[in-house]
């Protein structure tokens, strides 16, 4: 794995990092397990005799969890979360890390983020299901207070998610529906993608359906086309988490992307800037995608950890945006990938050339695409969004 590029963009290029933190954002796609701090990792092990750890340093456990993560492998990157999730097991460790997360958040400028986790994973200690949602949820609460308090005001809501190789999607997205007045947004399933198709879990999709209740799926990072084909057309999920490969679904110049991005790489040509658009073709999928506006919850940095992107100047994300797909921009782990929403619209802006407006585009992308009422949602681009984006000098264009 090639070292990580430098955040920091050139004023040349876009937005200095500072209007980048400033900016309103939105984020759909991140692990609440996946964001924890390694000190509070380090002390929650101390104090439930968690012995485990490979170290107590901080800064060693921090650069641990990002050199675990770079390997190239999904599988070996999902091992990471054993550590995290050893010290997420009791109502005090996952009411800290919630409270946390918010805090993180909101420091960085998110206004509003929907946090996944996988409830089963935290009944070691004796947790029920319900023990775990609410004290997440309380955590939650919590955190939203003091950041406001500290004038940083952010919304959080949960996604309740069912791991894909287990038998307990039924059980969680019936506890999704029980609290999704109560701080629960939607549901999910992730896990490792190949030989665990979501068709598996479709009593689970049938039923919040039959509620009325919102929900994504992992799908198209790890594995292909049928996976994003299953996850929309067999399951109807609202939204893809990740979706990186529909590119599979689509040429230029008659080259399937994939190809055309190895040999972009091999020439040295590291951005699409320079791709003619009438030279693109969508498949029947990525048009029924485009189409129908599903929104597609991409994280450029884990991208690249897992193998599913080879750089972030030809991520997927960029060329999605110029084809005016719903992409959005996520963090996904930050712990493991050592970033924050910040730091992946920073890398995209130097490396990718993006500008303010394309940032204030996907933001409200992802604020469309949230798992909210719709005048709440509204009120979010209305008065926090476009207001925020408009004070830093963002254009209200379409992307380039």
């Not at 050199?67 to 460790?93: N, P």
């Not at 990938?337 to 050339?353: D, F, N």
Request: glycine share 8%; hydrophobic share 40%; charged share 20%.
């Amino acid at each position: 794995m090639s070292p990580r590029p430098d955040p920091s963009p050139s004023p040349r290029s876009g937005p200095d990092l500072a209007t980048i933190i400033a900016a309103p954002k939105v984020l759909l796609h991140d692990h609440l397990d996946g964001g924890v701090r390694p000190q509070t990792v380090i002390e929650i092990a101390e104090q439930i005799g968690y012995a485990d750890l490979p170290s107590t340093d901080v800064a060693e456990l921090d650069q641990w969890f990002r050199d675990s993560a770079d390997s190239g492998s999904l599988v070996r990157y999902l091992q990471t979360f054993d550590q995290t999730v050893a010290v997420m097991q009791t109502e005090e460790g996952l009411h800290r890390i919630a409270k946390e997360c918010v805090l993180d958040l909101a420091t960085d400028g998110v206004v509003y983020a929907e946090s996944r986790y996988a409830p089963e994973q935290h009944l070691a200690e004796g947790l029920t299901l319900e023990q775990v949602v609410e004290s997440v949820n309380a955590g939650f609460r919590d955190g939203e207070r003091e950041a406001a308090a500290a004038g940083h005001p952010i919304q959080v809501t949960a996604l309740l998610t069912a791991m894909r190789h287990a038998a307990k999607s039924s059980e969680i997205a019936r506890l999704a529906v029980r609290y999704r007045d109560d701080g629960v947004a939607g549901f999910d399933i992730a896990g490792a993608e190949d030989g665990h198709p979501p068709t598996r879990h479709l009593d689970a999709f049938e039923y919040l359906q039959r509620e009325n209740a919102h929900f994504t799926i992992h799908a198209g990072e790890a594995f292909g086309l049928p996976s994003i084909w299953e996850a929309i057309q067999y399951c109807s999920a609202d939204r893809l988490g990740h979706g990186v490969r529909i590119v599979d679904d689509i040429t230029i110049d008659g080259v399937p992307v994939p190809l055309w991005v190895a040999q972009a790489h091999a020439a040295h040509v590291n951005t699409y800037d320079e791709v003619d658009l009438s030279t693109v073709r969508l498949g029947r999928l990525a048009a029924y995608i485009r189409d129908s506006r599903i929104p597609l919850e991409m994280c450029p940095s884990s991208n690249l950890q897992t193998g599913a992107a080879r750089s972030i100047g030809l991520h997927p994300i960029s060329l999605l945006l110029r084809l005016r797909f719903r992409v959005t921009l996520n963090t996904d782990n930050r712990l493991m990938s050592g970033t924050s929403m910040s730091r992946e619209a920073a890398l995209l802006v130097e490396h990718a050339g993006w500008t303010l407006g394309d940032l204030r585009w996907v933001t409200i992308n992802a604020m469309k695409s949230a798992f909210l009422p719709f005048d709440e949602r509204l009120a979010f681009i209305d008065d926090t969004i476009k207001p925020g984006y408009a004070a830093l000098g963002a254009s209200a264009s379409a992307p380039r």
